[in-house]
């Protein structure tokens, strides 16, 4: 299959004023997140979340095809030749309270908007089966050059995600997560307490 | 809230002295399966769950440890050096009717018991912690010189477990999978339809 992630991502360009995007995840510090990136701060999450018993939530490891390994003796065996391979999936979920969770973290520099090419047909589709099962499914964006974070549940995206497909929108405004979306505040363990969000959106939590 | 299983029921070993211990993957063909290895028969088995929704389960990917990556123009990147890393949780997880599913695969050529050497640490610790969140966990064993399957609860193995580590046991006999398990048959599609099995035992499903 395609071996393009996580360096290939193709690019699809933005026919408004958002224009101005990047692909590249941000590495730089800002204020807030002291330099982490936000898989780091979301792996801080999920270990406080573990080591309190409050969820189990994983990360699940990058999908490598393997071509070629060998077994130096005495050692340890050592892949000399694998490929990045496409996700079928989001890239995180456990159980948090007997509920099913699923979700991918993206990042945006944009000020005004998070664009749609961020997101993947397979993640659509696989949120899209696994919110028809009773999981609970979101992305968790931050806008990075606002030290923003937001949980934004699935069906809001789904909906923008099919309004784009008939070209009416490319992007998802920062007013829109801000009217439907939760925005994560800043918390002390974890510094981001995406659970605590995501059960103020959703009280059946 | 956190134990699905019915009450009451506890883990009792049984006396039947098993020594011939196989701890190595399965790998040559039986009458039944003709050939396929056991991830292969839960591969077509998810592929048809999710195809007919009636759960979305997938397989993690073996964790990797990235060293060195090449980049040559015009072509995907190539890991040149990498290493395998030991997964945190187990190797199957999903959802399945709102309910958060986790399961190891496991196999044995030992016609009478099933060793507990196949299980690791960090997989007990992991299905623990999900069972305390109300995660439906369980083995799914397979006796590939039987051919039999069996889905076990985790909380069946989590006694055996601790009992072992008193020094008493080192195997949950057949005869225990046969009482307190349930037995996969074989079925049509999909071949391996082991969450009819987990229906049975777990009517609360």
Redesign the interface.
């Known amino acids: 299959m395609a071996?393009?992630y996580p360096?290939?991502r193709k690019y699809t360009p933005i026919n408004n004023a958002d224009s101005s995007v990047k692909k590249k995840i941000h590495k730089e510090p800002s204020y807030s997140n002291r330099g982490k990136t936000l898989e780091d701060e979301i792996d801080e999450a999920n270990k406080f979340y573990?080591a309190n018993?409050t969820?189990?939530i994983?990360k699940?490891?990058?999908?490598?095809q393997i071509v070629k390994v060998e077994y130096p003796s005495r050692s340890?065996?050592?892949?000399?030749?694998?490929?990045?391979r496409t996700?079928?999936?989001t890239d995180y979920?456990?159980?948090?309270?007997?509920?099913?969770i699923?979700f991918d973290a993206k990042e945006t520099k944009n000020k005004t908007s998070f664009p749609l090419s961020n997101v993947h047909p397979h993640q659509i589709n696989?949120m899209r089966?696994?919110s028809?099962?009773?999981?609970i499914c979101f992305l968790l964006v931050r806008f990075s050059t606002l030290s923003r974070y937001f949980v934004m549940p699935f069906d809001i995206v789904d909906q923008a995600w099919t309004a784009m497909d008939s070209g009416e929108r490319k992007s998802i405004p920062l007013t829109v997560f801000e009217r439907d979306g939760i925005e994560v505040k800043e918390s002390y363990m974890p510094q981001l307490d995406y659970l605590k969000a995501l059960t103020t959106l959703l009280p059946i939590l």
Chains 1, 2 share one sequence.
């Open positions: 071996i393009r360096n290939g573990l018993q969820a189990v994983h699940k490891p990058v999908p490598i340890a065996a050592v892949i000399k030749e694998a490929y990045f996700p079928s999936t979920n456990g159980v948090y309270k007997g509920h099913y699923d696989h089966a696994a028809a099962q009773g999981g």
